[in-house]
């Protein structure tokens, strides 16, 4: 039995594999409708395999599988190998991902349609491009339960890392374009700088538990806690604070949280399917799975809770900000999930990691579904995604504007909705934390529930209901030279049909698991919390069950300050339209600093790539060039040059160069050992 | 049936002599000399393959082993042999001059037999350097391999060879010549030439040091280590790609490969006493000419510095040993520095090939290597595009290519001797990435940036098999290491315990 899961365990990351292969090796001759279908059923595969260990591990509860599949390599005693740990955590993720995945393949479908549009004529890179595109997510697929799935250090790196390849890979895939490979080197860039402190912290594991395997380490933790680590001379750093840092700062990196956030608003050059499945549901949330993964190492450090509590706090807020004055629809959702990944933080930094990770599978679903639902916006727009363009969408596109509304409740936290139950806890967790930092994150999270309410429904309004906005005057761009207004129309079911299958989870699947997975024992001994910090546990007491949060949601004050967010979207983009232009006039200042992005990017721009730059044309010419060639090389050349003149004619050529070296280096050194004998 | 043939000296002088065949074939047929060519290295490299099959992982002890005296006079003998360190060097000479051979198939018009020669004959050379046991045979092999390269560079080179030889010269000749003296004195000491003679020979520790400074002049010009490294990157834009790829992928390993026969094993306790020297230079390797790196506006250039970068994990790995020892109290983890600079050594010799390789496929076309000439290459050459975005990312040490391997386990080792080494090696996360997919925006995407461009034809069937079977080993050393390890897992803990041991 055991054995047969193990294989399942291969199959669940072998399916997707292969199939990225095959599309993207085999894609001229198979086609099209090869490349989907042979993608399509290598990732239902793996959805379906990972319903089968769903079933063993949480349904029968029948204990965790945990294996390794090869050994990598062995070093200096150690051994580092590939392999798998299916706990109720890894399942859930396993489930999720596969899930969201297979959805966003089929809507790749509709999406990905007239792609040949997208590149240049005669293009060889544009020849193929649908085939390659699903090879790629397939590919993201299969990288990302690697990363999931690992049961060791060294494997999740290579997940960590794959995960990104693919994402640079997708974020500029329209390649012509020079925003978006500007975007995707941004992207790989920032994320390496989340993974070299990533490297260090695995490396710092490595020192104290000589093992990167999980279960190894994990026992080891609490045995390890009072170790302390010198620095620099004469400061002392708890090991555990130093190795649990520097592993969130791989977080910050791939779950994009201040100040290495700045690669995700840019990654949204990538075509929409990819914005929905890896840079909002799945891949961005792995610095969240990784955290939660190694509870029993952060449990151990309060400096690092602190930490990430107020990290994540500031992303929460101060992302949601941004949010509001975005006008292209998908950078408001990309803002929404900076903001949301900065919930799941602060949920980690309370050591409410089952919220946080609960949150994780809400966002999936109802984020993955905003983002899908955008793309359909601006499919029937005609790849138009400012929002100043559209209005009045509700009347063309039905499924698209209802499964929005959904979206937009489970986001904002509407009692009863997915969105609800997860972030409800995580507020109210951080209500309850005891560490440091824990006010200021309460403060930001209940803000944010404003600032959320308000943007999602600032794009809703914009986009589905008002002024039919795309009738008016020609906009400058349409270059085509036709001035009928292309009528919106409903998109076709590929597309639709993974809205739909995505509304329902959004609805239903907070009030289904937070029993479980908030308050009960879901995850199990996968995530470990010290009765100290154990929030979700005190808040347990005062739990009856999902109606009666409900119940009790509607009278607490996220609950109004969501609907205060509503209605204040309602009047200045319903009502008084004429108001937010006064607002931005008379605020200019706020408005200069949202717009610019707090300045983060032209910082960056100036300091990091422009210095780096410059100290490298520093070191280049006045180091290699003028200093070691210049001085030095040249110099001694040049001497060499000119004794050799002096004699060239007793003997020429390179051998009498050779000769003279040889005899003055042996009488140097010759006179050295005399001297030194 | 392997076991009793002459392995070593087979994969020795199969390729000299075969190169002196195809340089006379040459003057009557370029096509028979260059199938000649192809044929022995063929050969070689199926000579060298016993070496791995045949190879007995359970001891550190030399095999295959040969040995005929040659100058009785002073001792000097024709002594071969190979261990876990040297062994899996032969095999990537011998594989890479196969490429190399097929690399220059079409391309090199002038010549054409000299110039295979010339990559037989230094493959020769360079097994010999590898396979030598005496210290003298070391010597000659050595220096008499780059003849060869010189005059790969000088004869088939670019415009500014002439300096870059002159350079080339200069660095290489001053640098071997106080090996040479150190050698003698050694043999003067002892009365023997014998490399494990010298390994288990007492030497007072001021001795040692000179002995380590002189060794040092040698192998660091070669490796290249900072700051005798700025003969490389001309050496580079000048040679022809088949010489690019030999120097980056072997040449560079001779000075590393010099640090583990000669100065760790002779001179323990001068490595121990210079060891900071040792890391402090490897560490500017990794992240100066990182820095460096990152401006080039000429792709071989940004390739060669991205080279001299990566080949300081080579050093690194090697000279943490005794920083780890006083850090943790015991040499664990000094293994895995040494054995990730191997993986380093041979990873880096596929990835650097490779790079070079697909720099001369676009220099084949367009003749330029400026990085500004390009642009969008991938609307023209999609399945080049592939093959450098793959390469890149190998180069910018992405896990699951073999370029990760390495310097994984260097990253490792080096925490354990101090956070800071760990630190600054692992800026080469974010330098490598920065400046290898720096150059691929630019060359491969984007707007088709010329007429030129849009005028280029993707790869041939010759130029696919060699990039597609680098690739493959690539990805193949990067998902299944563990055979690698293996072999050299023996030589590597003899050689840490060796170490440990004082001389004094």
């Known amino acids: ?677 | 049936m392997f076991a009793d043939l002459p392995l070593l000296s087979l994969v020795i002088w199969t390729p000299i002599i075969g190169g002196l065949l195809v340089l006379a074939a040459g003057s009557r047929n370029a096509l028979e000399a260059k199938v000649l060519a192809l044929l022995v290295a063929l050969a070689t490299f199926l000579l060298s393959l016993p070496l791995y099959s045949g190879f007995d992982t359970a001891t550190a002890a030399m095999q295959f082993t040969e040995f005929r005296p040659w100058i009785a006079t002073w001792s000097i003998n024709y002594h071969l042999g190979v261990d876990g360190i040297s062994m899996p060097l032969i095999l990537l000479t011998t594989f890479i001059t196969v490429l190399v051979v097929i690399a220059g198939w079409e391309v090199i018009q002038n010549k054409p037999a000299q110039y295979m020669a010339a990559f037989l004959i230094m493959a020769g050379l360079m097994n010999g350097v590898f396979a030598a046991l005496d210290a003298m045979l070391f010597y000659v092999f050595w220096e008499a391999m780059l003849i060869p390269m010189f005059i790969v560079i000088g004869v088939w080179g670019g415009p500014r060879r002439i300096y870059a030889t002159m350079k080339f010269f200069l660095y290489t000749f001053l640098g071997s010549v106080f090996m040479l003296v150190a050698l003698i004195w050694m043999y003067l000491q002892s009365g023997s030439f014998a490399i494990l003679d010298l390994h288990a020979m007492p030497i007072g520790l001021t001795a040692q040091i000179l002995i380590f400074l002189a060794f040092l002049l040698a192998f660091a010009v070669k490796v290249p280590m900072w700051p005798v490294h700025t003969w490389l990157p001309d050496a580079h834009v000048e040679a022809p790609t088949g010489g690019s790829v030999v120097l980056a992928a072997i040449m560079l390993k001779l000075g590393a490969y010099g640090f583990l026969r000669f100065s760790l094993p002779i001179t323990p306790d001068a490595s121990q006493q210079l060891d900071w020297l040792m890391i402090a230079l490897s560490l500017i390797a990794v992240v100066y000419i990182g820095f460096v790196a990152l401006v080039q506006q000429d792709m071989k250039k940004l390739i060669a510095y991205s080279s001299i970068s990566h080949m300081g994990f080579v050093t690194l790995g090697m000279f943490i040993a005794w920083r780890i020892a006083a850090n943790t109290g015991s040499m664990q983890g000094a293994g895995m520095g040494i054995e990730g600079a191997m993986v380093q050594m041979i990873s880096h010799g596929f990835i650097s090939g490779a790079m070079f390789l697909c720099v001369g496929v676009l220099y084949d076309r367009l003749h330029s290597r400026e990085i500004a000439d390009y642009g969008g290459v991938a609307h023209t050459m999609p399945r080049f595009a592939g093959f450098m975005v793959l390469f890149a990312m190998a180069n910018a040490g992405l896990p699951g290519t073999s370029g990760f391997v390495g310097e994984f386990m260097v990253i490792l080792a080096s925490f354990k001797a101090n956070f800071w080494f760990a630190f600054l090696a692992a800026t080469t996360l974010i330098l490598g990435a920065a400046y290898t997919l720096w150059m691929v925006r630019r060359v491969v995407y984007g707007e088709v940036a010329s007429d030129k461009v849009a005028a280029l034809k993707d790869l041939n069937g010759r130029e696919f098999l060699i990039l597609g079977v680098l690739a493959l080993v690539v990805l193949l050393f990067g998902l299944w290491p563990a055979p690698l390890l293996d072999v050299m897992r023996p030589t590597v803990e003899h050689l840490v315990q060796h170490m440990a041991v004082s001389k004094l």
């Not at chain 1, 392999?83 to 089929?106: A, E, P, R």
């Not at chain 1, 629809?329 to 309370?350: D, E, H, N, P, W």
């Not at chain 1, 916006?377 to 509700?394: F, N, P, S, T, Y």
């Not at chain 1, 929005?404 to 507020?427: C, E, H, M, N, Q």
């Open chain 1, 1 to 677: 039995m055991l054995d047969n899961l193990h294989n399942v365990n291969i199959a669940i990351v072998a399916a997707p594999l292969l199939g990225a292969i095959i599309a993207g090796l085999f894609g001229g001759a198979i086609g099209r409708a090869g490349a989907h279908t042979v993608t399509i059923i290598g990732v239902a595969i793996a959805f379906l395999l990972s319903l089968v260990m769903f079933n063993h591990v949480v349904i029968q509860d029948a204990g965790i599988v945990s294996h390794s599949v090869y050994t990598w390599l062995v070093s200096d005693g150690i051994t580092f190998e590939v392999g798998f740990l299916v706990d109720k955590l890894s399942v859930m993720m396993m489930v999720v991902v596969t899930f969201v995945s297979l959805m966003v393949h089929v809507y790749t479908i509709g999406y990905m349609a007239h792609d040949e549009e997208n590149w240049p004529e005669g293009s060889g890179a544009g020849k193929n491009s649908y085939q390659r595109f699903f090879s790629y997510i397939s590919l993201f697929t299969f990288s990302m339960l690697m990363l999931v799935m690992a049961n060791n250090f060294m494997q999740l790196f290579f997940g960590w890392e794959a995960v990104g390849l693919v994402s640079y890979l997708l974020i500029g895939f329209w390649l012509k374009r020079s925003s978006a490979t500007y975007a995707n080197l941004k992207a790989f860039l920032v994320n390496r700088v989340g993974d070299f402190g990533f490297l260090l912290g695995i490396a710092a594991v490595l020192m104290y538990f000589n093992t990167l395997d999980y279960a190894a380490v994990f026992n080891a933790a609490e045995l390890q806690k009072d170790l302390v680590i010198s620095l620099w001379p004469g400061t002392e750093w708890s090991v555990m604070t130093v190795i649990c840092i520097l592993l969130f700062v791989g977080a910050m990196g791939k779950s994009a949280q201040v100040p290495l956030h700045v690669w995700l608003p840019d990654s949204m050059e990538g075509p929409t399917p990819i914005s929905a499945l890896i840079h909002a549901a799945t891949m961005v949330t792995a610095g969240i799975f990784m955290v939660a993964r190694m509870s029993p190492l952060f449990e151990l450090s309060e400096t690092a809770l602190s930490f990430i509590l107020i990290i994540g706090a500031i992303t929460a807020l101060f992302m949601g900000f941004l949010g509001i004055i975005q006008n292209d629809i998908k950078r408001v959702v990309a803002y929404s999930t900076l903001s949301q990944l900065g919930y799941m933080t602060v949920a980690l930094g309370a050591s409410a990691y089952a919220a946080g990770v609960f949150h994780l599978m809400t966002h999936a679903f109802f984020k993955a579904l905003l983002f899908l639902a955008a793309g359909s916006v601006i499919i029937a727009m005609h790849h138009e995604q400012d929002m100043r363009r559209m209005g009045g969408l509700r009347k063309y596109m039905p499924i698209t504007w209802i499964t929005s509304l959904i979206g937009s409740l489970a986001l904002i936290g509407t009692p009863g909705f997915a969105g609800f139950f997860s972030k409800d806890l995580i507020i109210e967790a951080v209500h309850a934390s005891q560490l440091p930092g824990a006010g200021f994150a309460y403060f930001c999270v209940l803000a944010g529930v404003f600032v959320t309410a308000f943007y999602s429904f600032r794009m809703y309004f914009l986009v589905f209901h008002g002024k039919e906005r795309f009738r008016d005057a020609h906009h400058g761009h349409d270059a085509h030279g036709h001035h009928a207004v292309h009528e919106p129309h409903e998109t076709p079911w590929v597309v639709t049909l993974p809205l739909i299958a995505l509304a329902i989870p959004s609805v239903l699947a907070g009030g289904m698991y937070i029993t479980d997975m908030g308050f009960g024992n879901f995850f199990g001994s996968a995530i470990q919390v010290l009765p100290q910090h154990d929030v979700l546990g005190q808040l347990a007491q005062d739990y009856h069950g999902p109606w009666g949060m409900v119940l009790h949601g509607f009278l607490t004050a996220p609950f109004w300050l969501a609907l205060a967010g509503v209605v204040t979207a309602w009047l200045l983009y319903m009502k008084y339209t004429h108001v937010p232009a006064l607002i931005q006039a008379r605020l200019q200042f706020l408005h200069t600093l949202l717009e610019q992005k707090y300045y983060a990017d032209r910082f960056n721009d100036w300091f990091f790539a422009g210095g780096s730059r410059g100290i490298g044309r520093l070191l280049w010419q006045w180091g290699d060039v003028r200093l070691i060639d210049g001085l030095l090389v040249n110099g001694s050349a040049r001497t060499v040059g000119w004794l050799a003149a002096v004699v060239r004619h007793v003997q020429s050529g390179y051998l009498f160069h050779y000769a003279f070296a040889m005899i003055l280096g042996l009488l140097l050194m010759f006179a050295l050992f005399v001297i030194a004998g």
